[in-house]
């Protein structure tokens, strides 16, 4: 059975160099990446040259001198994939990005604590931690897991520098911090330098992975999910 988020969220994180000051609502209408309506409607909550941070209805966007980061919890989050293979490769061709992150991220109430506790238990088991679980009261209710990362950094087929991090916590925005889970999880590559920038490179791997990515953190996410049922498969 497949499980809805209760909020899920798609975002793309470029670390390089960045000119904040640019990147505002008016300017991204000049360039025809967003409408007038949609600029003239945009939350602009600060901008000069070490951040420039703003709402629109379906994103949040956040840059400082080495940092790019947009994110929506909106369907169809492929507008944020089109979105930044449009701006780095048509206007911002020559911006030096160093390393990109695909990351998707879940926050989802359990049907029950039990199932919370079960999956909790399930990637960190208290019995791992012998006569510290008692101690530490692992299994009770102010013990246990808090955050568990697995991470793997070469995941076959995909290219040199890339990397696979799944990040599970407790949900600190649904669930009230007893029934509900975050997951996040980034896939990382390293983007490769070309004569003519970094545009190019970019925009390739978006259109290779993005769609791979989204299906691999889906399924990852479900899995997850299924521990609390007890079906492992």
């Given amino acids: 059975m497949q499980t809805e ?3 899920a969220g798609t ?3 470029l670390l390089g160099s960045f000119n904040p000051a640019i990147f505002t609502p008016t300017w991204f209408a000049l ?4 409408s007038e309506n949609e600029a003239e409607t945009a939350d602009l909550e600060m901008v000069h040259n070490q951040i420039s941070v703003f709402q629109t209805e379906w994103f949040n966007l956040q840059v400082t001198p080495d940092r790019f980061s947009i994110e929506t919890t909106q369907a169809p989050n492929v507008r944020v994939r089109d979105l930044v293979a449009r701006l780095f490769d048509e206007y ?4 030096p990005v160093a390393a990109m992150g695909i990351n998707y991220s879940v926050h989802v109430r359990a049907r029950s604590n039990e199932e919370w506790n079960r999956i909790g238990m399930t990637l960190a088991p208290p019995e ?4 510290w679980r008692e101690k530490l009261d692992l299994a009770g209710e102010s013990g246990g897991m808090k955050s568990l990362m ?3 950094p070469i995941p076959a087929g995909r290219p040199e520098g890339s990397a696979i991090n799944i990040t599970v916590e407790p949900s600190t925005r649904v669930g009230a911090g007893q029934a509900g889970v975050f997951v996040l999880v980034n896939h990382h590559f390293a983007v490769a330098s070309a004569n003519s920038g970094n545009g190019r490179s970019l925009t390739e791997l ?6 791979k990515c989204e299906g691999m953190s889906n399924e990852i996410f479900e899995h997850i999910m299924s521990l609390g049922h007890g079906d492992q498969g």
Wanted: aromatic share 12%.
């Fill in 128 to 131: 791992a931690w012998g006569s």
């Fill in 206 to 211: 978006l259109d290779q992975y993005f769609e």
């Fill in 92 to 95: 911002l061709p020559h911006t």
């Fill in 150 to 152: 697995m991470s793997q």
């Fill in 31 to 34: 360039q025809k990446l967003l």
């Fill in 11 to 13: 975002g793309i994180v």
């Fill in 5 to 7: 988020p209760d909020i």
